[in-house]
Each structure stands twice: as structure tokens, then as C-alpha cells.
T-cell receptor
Framework: DAGVIQSPRHEVTEMGQEVTLRCKPI?????LFWYRQTMMRGLELLIY????????DSGMPEDRFSAKMPNASFSTLKIQPSEPRDSAVYFC??????????FGSGTRLTVV | KQEVTQIPAALSVPEGENLVLNCSFT??????LQWFRQDPGKGLTSLLL?????REQTSGRLNASLDKSSGRSTLYIAASQPGDSATYLC?????????FGAGTILRVKS
């Protein structure tokens, strides 16, 4: 199993541009999570999906953030327009019911 | 709202010491608790998963215990090595999502 796959690994973009982060969960896992990690706030849950349906998006900071899961093997997190304060590492994780979570390697986003 | 606290925030020890990292949580209604390791600039690696019905889990030199009623977990690292240097994160699963502590930064000196 290749684990949770995220792309790109690094993204540098200019303020105001649209950014799309991608995630492929582990096959057979039915839950997918997007987290953001910063030095100031640690790991924060942005949104999670169960069986491709968004369950809780209360962690999404603003309307500039949106996430989709069109099928069981793919999810995107989009920021439009991006701002410098969005700079962080974004992690995707997947799990099966109450089994442990597996995290991807993350996408380091820098907005200049 | 679940809150997770990890103590100490940072720890520096000489190689070979046995050490204990502490995690406490406010809501005891949990499904499981997971310990992760994170190296600088890297992702999270799962170390141990303890289900709510279990008291402890072991993997090599690592042992994690869970006392759900008191809202506490400890991660015990035996015979620490410089390669153990990393940030250790405790995360509690209260139903459908993990809530993380701020982590313990561990440095093992050779």
C-alpha cells in the first residue's frame, strides 16, 4: 500500500492566486480529513468526509477555502484567493471507522 | 469540546535514559488514542494506537498506556537513542475526528 498520497509536496504562489491541493486516501478507508499545521496553532482540523460526504467543515477558516471529494479515491482542498496567512503545511489523512489514522507527507504552501 | 494537553513541552535527555511523555484529555468519551512522531519538516508517523477498551500497547522500545477514566495516557520510551529525537504528538479520537495535543519536543543527546 502506497499510503496517503498528497500533491504537490511544495507550492509557492502569489497572493490572490488560486491554489489546489490534492489527496489520494488509502484504498478502502471511508473517512478523509484535511488538517493544517502552523507553528502558532499546531494541527487544526479543517474538514472531514465520511463515505465521500462532508460531515464537519467548521474548521474551514473562511469562504476562501473549499474542499471536495468526488469519489472514494480523491479529494481536493482549494484556496481562492490565497493570502500570505494561508502559508502552512496542509496534511491529508484517512482512516477506516475507528482504526488509526494514516497521514500523508503534507503540502507545504507558501503564499508571497 | 475535547482538549488535549501534553507535558512536558520539551525534553532533553542523555542517550540511554528511559523517559515518559504525558498526555491528558478532558472528555473521557473516546474511541481510541493515537501517538504520532513527527520529524522536522516531515509528516506524521503513527507509533501506537490504543482502543478505548485497552490499557496499553507495546511496539519495540515504546509502550503506551491509557487510563480513560482519568483522562490520561503516557508514552514510555526505553533506552532512548539520538534517533528518537523528534516531536511526539498525542491525538484523541472522540468519534469522527482526531484532536491533537501541542506535542512534546524530544532531544536525545549522544
Amino acid at each position: 500500500d502506497a499510503g496517503v498520497i498528497q500533491s504537490p509536496r511544495h507550492e509557492v504562489t502569489e497572493m490572490g492566486q488560486e491554489v489546489t491541493l490534492r489527496c489520494k486516501p488509502i484504498s478502502g478507508h471511508n473517512s478523509l480529513f484535511w488538517y493544517r499545521q502552523t507553528m502558532m496553532r499546531g494541527l487544526e482540523l479543517l474538514i472531514y468526509f465520511n463515505n465521500n460526504v462532508p460531515i464537519d467543515d467548521s474548521g474551514m477558516p473562511e469562504d476562501r477555502f473549499s474542499a471536495k471529494m468526488p469519489n472514494a479515491s480523491f479529494s481536493t482542498l482549494k484556496i481562492q484567493p490565497s493570502e500570505p496567512r494561508d502559508s502552512a503545511v496542509y496534511f491529508c489523512a484517512s482512516s477506516l471507522q475507528v482504526a488509526g489514522y494514516t497521514f500523508g507527507s503534507g503540502t507545504r504552501l507558501t503564499v508571497v | 469540546k475535547q482538549e488535549v494537553t501534553q507535558i512536558p513541552a520539551a525534553l532533553s535527555v542523555p542517550e540511554g535514559e528511559n523517559l515518559v511523555l504525558n498526555c491528558s484529555f478532558t472528555d473521557s468519551a473516546i474511541y481510541n488514542l493515537q501517538w504520532f512522531r513527527q520529524d522536522p519538516g516531515k509528516g506524521l508517523t503513527s507509533l501506537l494506537l490504543i482502543q478505548s477498551s485497552q490499557r496499553e500497547q507495546t511496539s519495540g522500545r515504546l509502550n503506551a498506556s491509557l487510563d480513560k477514566s482519568s483522562g490520561r495516557s503516557t508514552l514510555y520510551i526505553a533506552a532512548s537513542q539520538p534517533g528518537d529525537s523528534a516531536t511526539y504528538l498525542c491525538a484523541v479520537n472522540g468519534g469522527n475526528k482526531l484532536v491533537f495535543g501541542a506535542g512534546t519536543i524530544l532531544r536525545v543527546k549522544s
